[in-house]
């Protein structure tokens, strides 16, 4: 410890112990005046308030985060990396520093992979952080095929993926995309320990079924057969738009192609033509 450190912090599952000083952290953040300070029941006065000794168990939070916020507190500025980025953007939001949630959104939208996008992603939703989710999608209609098939894709909540899913932009053909979240329903439902026709149906509505061609139709009956994944009356529909030779009766975005939906012959009577 500092010779005049007066606050011991005993950090994450190991109990690691960091050193600090109470004044310092007393003035910049409120969240940290909270716990250090505090006013003896039944007294009127803040001047006659007890600091509380600690020290101070932070079982949850991992001690390279946890450092990378003493750092920001003591000199404005932060070392990330992108095993923790995520976390100190979520350790910022939960002790209200606006500042290093700035910092650590720069650093998060800098250094963007493939793996990690998804996650970033949900975070930033989370967060409210409309900048970075606008971000992400980006980065995900640009490798989409990529993207599909980490992890952190099958980790989403069913409302972050409906919203990927509603993008025009992304760069993978529709039976992919079937197939991608039929994985990342099974995973859900094995998680959330419920039915995969439930814990899809969000997403399940952004498939764009009147894409795909007859014999495609035919397998995605057989796959569904197995799971229910698509409700029957979607896949009814998507016949119908190819009974009736335009997209009849379904929502005119389902009948779109994307940006890599591979071409089909039937597709020149969807409607709109507009792509």
Known sequence: P???SDVTFVVGPEQQKVFAHRCVLVCRCQAFRGMLTQVPVGSQDSSSSVPPQGPFILGSVQPE???????FLYT???TLNSHIALEVLTSSVEYGLQDLCKLCVKFIKDTLSVEQVCEALQAAVAYGQ???QQHCLAFIEGCTAAVVRTQGFRELS??????????????VDELDLVQAVREWAHVSSAVLERPVPEVAAL???ELRLPLLAPSELVTLESHNQQDLLI????IAAAWRAHALRKGSGVPSRLCRPRRGTRPR?????LEPHTK
């Open 130 to 132: 409309t900048d970075l």
């Open 231 to 234: 409700p029957v009356e979607s």
């Open 65 to 71: 985060v946890f450092l990378a916020v003493i750092e």
């Open 265 to 269: 012959d039937h597709h020149r009577h």
């Open 2 to 4: 500092s010779p005049c």
């Open 203 to 205: 997403p399940v509505r």
């Open 158 to 171: 069913d409302v972050v993926l409906a919203r990927v899913l509603r993008s025009d932009r992304l760069a």
């Open 76 to 78: 404005n500025s932060v």
